[in-house]
């Protein structure tokens, strides 16, 4: 099973369906209302999505971390890390690559 099969959050339910711009529209609004330590727990199901639905996630991800100070971006990569930590090497590495 899958961390988006066993993780079913209304974000990642919103991204897997999303097909069309306007349900893709509303995946990005979801990312953007979320609180930054609900979308660090969804991370590994996030990571599991396609390639364009993970570099959407990604683009939200990053344009919410530069909004930090340094040192709440900082917790933030170190949090990210110990969650890549625990996963599978593919998705691991994308995790890392919010990042990068």
Same mark, same amino acid.
């Given at each position: 099973?899958?961390?988006?099969?066993? &993780?079913?959050?209304? @974000? %990642?339910?919103?991204? @897997?369906?999303?097909?069309?711009?306007?349900? @893709?529209?509303?995946?990005? +609004?979801? =990312?953007? +209302?979320?609180?930054?330590? #609900?979308?660090?727990?969804?991370?590994?199901?996030? *990571?599991?999505?396609?390639?364009?639905? &993970?570099?959407? +996630?990604? +683009?939200?991800?990053?344009?919410? *971390?530069?909004?930090?100070?340094?040192?709440?971006?900082?917790?933030?990569? =170190?949090?990210?890390?110990?969650?890549?930590?625990?996963?599978?090497?593919?998705?691991?590495? #994308? %995790?890392?690559?919010? &990042?990068?």
């Amino acid at each position: 099973m899958s961390a988006a099969e066993a &993780f079913e959050s209304t @974000l %990642i339910r919103r991204g @897997l369906q999303a097909t069309t711009i306007s349900e @893709l529209t509303r995946f990005v +609004a979801t =990312m953007d +209302a979320r609180p930054l330590d #609900r979308l660090l727990d969804e991370l590994p199901a996030l *990571a599991e999505m396609s390639t364009s639905k &993970f570099d959407l +996630a990604r +683009a939200v991800f990053r344009r919410r *971390a530069r909004q930090l100070d340094p040192v709440e971006r900082e917790q933030l990569r =170190m949090h990210s890390e110990e969650v890549a930590a625990r996963q599978d090497v593919i998705v691991a590495e #994308r %995790i890392r690559t919010l &990042f990068s």
